[in-house]
């Protein structure tokens, strides 16, 4: 059946997964972790590349002729690329997202300093791809970022609770805000770190605000298949949800109620061909 895929490197992307959802709870989806090549974030770009292309070809072939890259690390190293080398040999009517460019048309919007902090994957802030998407829609923004290599590891260990992971987050956090003491907004810009916002909020002014993209992106697909009708109406609408990982079943459905909100069952997959 045709469907929406939804792909991320692990866990993270059921955290946007779940705000489309609560938005479009008609459509059909697929969503893919490639938890056994997790995590992306310290991955270098061709790398990045390789494994999201195999993971989109895994989604094509079972029926998503529209995927979206619920992965910021996916996004900024391998999106422009099966953009524009690869859709046009795969097939010009499958279409690839991601979650960098609808997050950085409306994150200003947020903002009353026009500084705002970015929290992120070494990956996604060496790709500088914020920065340059934001300076497309709001060249008057300020825009620090700051990398946080060890918030993956800590949420999908389950060890961001203890007091060492808190000394992390903290000294990350304000690591970002001693770059810039005018920043009034904070992007959380891996789709892991909402689950660590309740502690985040502990080390930050109440005047500054964190955004999750979850509802960003969601917004912005809804607009998107309004705008391409070619593309919703090939999406069937039965509020059918299946989840694939290439990593071990038991441990991914474990994991899958803390980032989707609820418990889930999963199928084992292989996204190499051989």
Same mark, same amino acid.
């Given at each position: 059946?045709?469907?929406?895929?939804?792909?991320?490197?692990?866990?993270?992307?059921?955290?946007?997964?779940? @705000?489309?959802?609560?938005?479009?709870?008609?459509?059909?989806?697929?969503?893919?972790?490639?938890?056994?090549?997790?995590?992306?974030?310290?991955?270098?770009?061709?790398?990045?590349?390789?494994?999201?292309?195999?993971?989109?070809?895994?989604?094509?072939?079972?029926?998503?002729?529209?995927?979206?890259?619920?992965?910021?690390?996916?996004?900024?190293?391998?999106?422009?690329?099966?953009?524009?080398?690869?859709?046009?040999?795969?097939?010009?009517?499958?279409?690839?997202?991601?979650?960098?460019?609808? *997050?950085?048309?409306?994150?200003?919007?947020?903002?009353?300093?026009?500084?705002?902090?970015?929290?992120?994957?070494?990956?996604?802030?060496? /790709?500088?791809?914020?920065?340059?998407?934001?300076?497309?829609?709001?060249?008057?923004?300020?825009? /620090?970022?700051?990398?946080?290599?060890?918030?993956?590891?800590?949420?999908?260990?389950?060890?961001?609770?203890?007091?060492?992971?808190?000394?992390?987050?903290?000294?990350?956090?304000?690591?970002?805000?001693?770059?810039?003491?005018?920043?009034?907004?904070?992007?959380?810009?891996?789709?892991?770190?909402?689950?660590?916002?309740?502690?985040?909020?502990?080390?930050?002014?109440?005047?500054?605000?964190?955004?999750?993209?979850?509802?960003?992106? @969601?917004?912005?697909?809804?607009?998107?298949?309004?705008?391409?009708?070619?593309?919703?109406?090939?999406?069937?609408?039965?509020?059918?949800?299946?989840?694939? *990982?290439?990593?071990?079943?038991?441990?991914?459905?474990?994991?899958?109620?803390?980032?989707?909100?609820?418990?889930?069952?999963?199928?084992?997959?292989?996204?190499?061909?051989?």
């Amino acid at each position: 059946m045709a469907s929406i895929g939804i792909f991320d490197s692990g866990y993270g992307g059921l955290t946007v997964f779940k @705000a489309i959802v609560a938005k479009m709870p008609d459509y059909n989806y697929i969503y893919l972790g490639d938890n056994a090549r997790a995590p992306y974030g310290n991955r270098s770009f061709e790398t990045v590349y390789q494994y999201t292309l195999e993971c989109v070809q895994w989604l094509f072939d079972a029926g998503c002729d529209l995927v979206i890259l619920a992965c910021n690390t996916a996004s900024a190293k391998a999106l422009r690329t099966i953009q524009q080398n690869d859709l046009p040999k795969i097939g010009p009517e499958k279409r690839v997202l991601g979650v960098i460019r609808p *997050t950085a048309e409306i994150i200003h919007q947020y903002s009353r300093t026009n500084h705002i902090g970015i929290l992120g994957t070494s990956g996604t802030v060496a /790709s500088n791809s914020y920065v340059i998407e934001m300076a497309h829609f709001a060249p008057e923004i300020q825009v /620090s970022q700051h990398a946080c290599p060890l918030w993956v590891p800590l949420v999908e260990a389950n060890a961001y609770q203890t007091d060492a992971a808190k000394l992390i987050i903290r000294s990350d956090v304000e690591q970002l805000l001693l770059a810039d003491k005018a920043i009034d907004t904070i992007l959380l810009a891996c789709t892991h770190y909402p689950i660590l916002k309740p502690i985040i909020q502990q080390f930050v002014p109440e005047s500054v605000n964190i955004i999750s993209q979850g509802e960003l992106v @969601a917004d912005s697909l809804e607009a998107y298949l309004k705008r391409h009708s070619e593309t919703e109406t090939g999406v069937d609408r039965k509020g059918d949800m299946l989840f694939y *990982t290439t990593g071990e079943v038991s441990d991914f459905e474990a994991h899958a109620s803390l980032f989707f909100g609820k418990d889930i069952k999963a199928q084992s997959c292989n996204v190499v061909k051989k």
